[in-house]
C-alpha cells in the first residue's frame, strides 16, 4: 500500500472523490491512518469468488454468512472524528441485522495477499481496531495463492502464532481444508 502526504484539503477532496466513484470499497481506517487499498487483479478476484461459492454453502448449515469483505471496526466517527475499522476481502460472521454497515464480530477473517501487501502491518491494524472498538475475532486466515498456502492465526488479536495450511494436510477442519484444496 501506498502512503500519501498533502494538505488536509486536498486529501478530503481525493477521499470525496474516491467515495462518489465507488473506487473506496476496500479501503480502510485505523484511527488517523486512512489507507487507500487499490482494486484487485483478477486472480485475487477470482479467487475470491471461488472461496465465496465454495465456503458460503458451508458456512450457512452452521447459521453463519460469508461476506465477500465487509467493514471489521466502527465506521461512524469517534469524539475524536476518527473511525476504527478494517476491510478483509472475506468474513465468516452471524448475519447483521438488515442495513448494518460495520460489524465488530466475526468467525473469521480471510486476506487474500496480494504483492504489495503487509501481512505483519495488516494483523497490526485488527489489534489497533480491536484496541479502540473491541472486536471479536477467532481466526484470521491468510490465502497465499503464490506459495499454495493458508497461514491461520488462531488468536489474532493477541498473539502472532499461526500454522501453515498446505494441500493435502488431512488434519484440516472441513472450512479450511476447502480453502485449502482451492489453492492446489
Do not use: C
Not at 442495513?99 to 494483523?123: F, H, M, N, W, Y
Not at 472450512?175 to 484444496?181: I, S
Request: charged fraction near 20%; proline fraction near 8%.
Amino acid at each position: 500500500m501506498s502512503t500519501i502526504e498533502a494538505p488536509v484539503q486536498l486529501i478530503d477532496e481525493l477521499l470525496r472523490e474516491r467515495r462518489a466513484r465507488g473506487a473506496d470499497l476496500y479501503d480502510y481506517q485505523v484511527g488517523d491512518r486512512y489507507v487507500v487499498a487499490p482494486m484487485a487483479n483478477f486472480d485475487h478476484q477470482g479467487l475470491s469468488a471461488r472461496i465465496l461459492a465454495a465456503l458460503g454453502p458451508l458456512v450457512e448449515l452452521e447459521g453463519l454468512r460469508y461476506f465477500p469483505g465487509g467493514n471489521l471496526g466502527r465506521t461512524s466517527s469517534d469524539p475524536a472524528g476518527r473511525a476504527w475499522y478494517v476491510v478483509p476481502d472475506g468474513l465468516v460472521a452471524p448475519a447483521p441485522p438488515p442495513g448494518t454497515v460495520a460489524i465488530t464480530a466475526a468467525v473469521i477473517a480471510i486476506e487474500i495477499l496480494s504483492p504489495s501487501e503487509d501481512r505483519a502491518k495488516k494483523l497490526a491494524d485488527y489489534r489497533t481496531v480491536h484496541n479502540n472498538v473491541g472486536l471479536s475475532l477467532e481466526e484470521v486466515w491468510y490465502v497465499d495463492p503464490a506459495a499454495g498456502t493458508v497461514a491461520v492465526f488462531t488468536n489474532p488479536l493477541e498473539s502472532d502464532d499461526s500454522h501453515i495450511a498446505r494441500p493435502g494436510d488431512t488434519s484440516l477442519r472441513r472450512w479450511l481444508a476447502v480453502v485449502v484444496g482451492l489453492l492446489a
